[in-house]
């Protein structure tokens, strides 16, 4: 495995572990956190925080690195416009993850907890990620 | 785990201290692909590289790599923990919302990941609409499902 790799297995079981640990593999807490007009959890906000918290500090040691530990260069995104795809795909995704309670992360780290759920989950939204590929090449 | 049980004033279940602890892996987690690998940790375009349907630019291996962590870090915390049970929804409502989820991250180029944590931690304002967008949807859809007495968790 190459370096990059082997980093990219490491961030995955951290972000994993933290998932899990946050309450976010279990639907009932993220969909308490939805549930703002009745028996709200904030547990989410948390959680939220705490990685923000982290990531504003990451992003700021980016600028006083030449380039990343294993890679040529940083690629993050660069656009700032606002469309009805970012908007319209983010509303559709929110409306997924009300009803289920589960979004891409913890989907994937559920199918350690709740493999048969966590499989028809991922399943399904692999499938809706090949649906829009097939639809946008043939646009 | 019993240090982590603190509970907030007024919200018997919620769980601050275990979340922000949570978070902060998650974050440490972000800012390892961030300064590892110069990428965004957006668990819906890794996983959409890794199946070979775009997203990210990161290559195909470590895309599986960071993937295959994903239940390997919550493994860790069942085994730790004494194992977790959380209530799931059934099959029919899990496939609508994969569906969703899977359509719409890809349409809206992120998730919670993504645009909630590395994208609003940098302050980009297409994750900032987006992640006020989804969590919009998403408390309207769970009112909604409230309100007519859709019950989707066992």
């Known amino acids: ?139 | 785990m019993t240090l982590l049980a603190f509970t907030l004033p007024g919200f018997p279940d919620a769980a601050p201290l275990a979340g922000f602890a949570g978070g902060a892996l998650i974050g440490i987690a972000a800012a390892i692909m961030l300064l590892g690998l110069g990428r965004i940790a957006g668990v819906s375009g890794i996983a959409a590289k890794a199946a070979g349907l775009g997203g990210s630019g990161m290559d195909r291996m470590s895309a599986w790599a960071f993937v295959i962590g994903l239940p390997l870090g919550a493994l860790i915390i069942a085994l730790a923990s004494g194992g977790l049970e959380p209530s799931f929804a059934g099959p029919i409502p899990l496939i609508i919302a994969g569906l969703l989820v899977g359509v719409g991250t890809r349409i809206g180029s992120g998730c919670t990941s993504g645009h909630g944590v590395c994208g609003m931690s940098r302050l980009s304002v297409r994750s900032i609409v987006a992640t006020l967008t989804f969590m919009a949807t998403g408390i309207a859809t769970v009112a909604i499902m409230n309100t007519t007495g859709l019950e989707v968790l066992s």
């Open chain 1, 1 to 139: 495995m190459s370096a990059r790799a082997i980093t990219a297995l490491i961030g995955g079981t951290v972000f994993g572990a933290g998932l899990a640990l946050g309450g976010m593999t279990d639907p009932a807490r993220v969909r308490g956190f939805l549930d703002l007009f009745g028996d709200w959890d904030p547990t989410l906000a948390f959680v939220m925080g705490g990685a923000l918290i982290v990531m504003a500090i990451a992003w700021r040691i980016v600028p006083g690195m030449a380039r990343p530990l294993f890679e040529d260069g940083f690629h993050v995104p660069t656009r700032s416009d606002l469309d009805v795809k970012l908007i319209g795909g983010a509303a559709l995704f929110g409306i997924g993850w009300g009803v289920a309670g589960l979004c891409p992360g913890p989907g994937f780290a559920a199918l350690a907890i709740a493999p048969a759920d966590a499989a028809i989950f991922v399943a399904a939204m692999m499938a809706g990620m090949l649906l829009v590929r097939f639809t946008e090449r043939k646009s």
